[in-house]
């Protein structure tokens, strides 16, 4: 992801969230998403949406180690851990509550902690995507980015976090993966 189109992304989520335009676009995506639920969507969902947690960074970090790429797994490490920090630093300037709290959808997972803006499973699926993809052709970004995408979704799923905190956690994620990618090289 270009640093401009990151940049964008969590700006415009921030101000639409800030001044109360972000509702319309909330709603619509929760209504679709929602519209899919099935007890047996549900049950793999709840799992899949942890591979944007520090969980799955360490999960996917580990297994790139075992396979021999020690280097890609300290990178993607380091972008996994980056997105979780700035996004849990930013949570603070933009207070939101959580689906869940504001608009009593259904949580199909433990209770987390913080402001609902941005989303940090987000932000980390983001980092760790787009670290992933560096220097792969487009198909495999195209993937790893739809990827990163549903986990994404599956936190709005989930009851979690509302469309425009997923929007500006994919915007940290790929600040995260580039500014990572940049000291690597140094």
């Given at each position: 992801?270009?640093p401009?189109?990151a940049?964008?992304?969590?700006?415009?989520?921030g101000?639409?969230?800030?001044?109360?335009?972000?509702?319309?676009?909330?709603?619509?995506?929760?209504?679709?998403?929602?519209?899919?639920?099935?007890?047996?969507?549900?049950?793999?969902?709840?799992?899949?949406?942890?591979?944007?947690?520090m969980?799955g960074?360490?999960?996917?970090?580990?297994?790139l180690?075992?396979?021999?790429r020690?280097?890609?797994?300290?990178r993607?490490?380091?972008?996994?851990?980056?997105?979780w920090?700035?996004?849990?630093?930013?949570?603070?300037?933009?207070?939101?509550?959580?689906?869940?709290?504001a608009?009593?959808?259904?949580?199909?997972?433990?209770?987390?902690?913080?402001?609902?803006?941005?989303s940090?499973?987000?932000?980390?699926?983001?980092?760790?995507?787009?670290?992933?993809?560096?220097?792969?052709?487009?198909?495999?970004?195209?993937v790893?980015?739809?990827?990163?995408?549903?986990?994404?979704?599956?936190?709005?799923?989930?009851?979690?976090?509302?469309?425009?905190?997923?929007?500006?956690?994919?915007?940290?994620?790929?600040?995260?993966?580039?500014?990572?990618?940049?000291?690597?090289?140094?």
């Open positions: 992801m270009r401009s189109v940049t964008v992304l969590v700006l415009v989520s101000l639409a969230v800030r001044d109360g335009r972000a509702g319309a676009f909330d709603a619509r995506v929760r209504e679709h998403v929602s519209g899919l639920r099935t007890p047996e969507r549900d049950a793999v969902v709840r799992v899949a949406t942890d591979l944007g947690s969980y960074v360490g999960i996917v970090a580990g297994g180690a075992l396979s021999g020690p280097d890609l797994a300290v993607v490490g380091l972008s996994g851990a980056t997105a920090t700035l996004a849990q630093g930013a949570k603070p300037l933009l207070p939101r509550e959580r689906p869940y709290q608009d009593g959808a259904e949580r199909l997972v433990v209770e987390p902690v913080g402001s609902s803006w941005p940090g499973h987000s932000a980390v699926a983001m980092a760790m995507a787009s670290t992933l993809g560096d220097g792969r052709g487009s198909i495999t970004r195209a790893l980015g739809s990827m990163a995408v549903a986990v994404g979704l599956s936190r709005v799923y989930v009851g979690v976090h509302h469309a425009s905190d997923v929007v500006a956690g994919a915007g940290i994620g790929g600040l995260s993966a580039r500014l990572v990618r940049r000291l690597s090289r140094r």
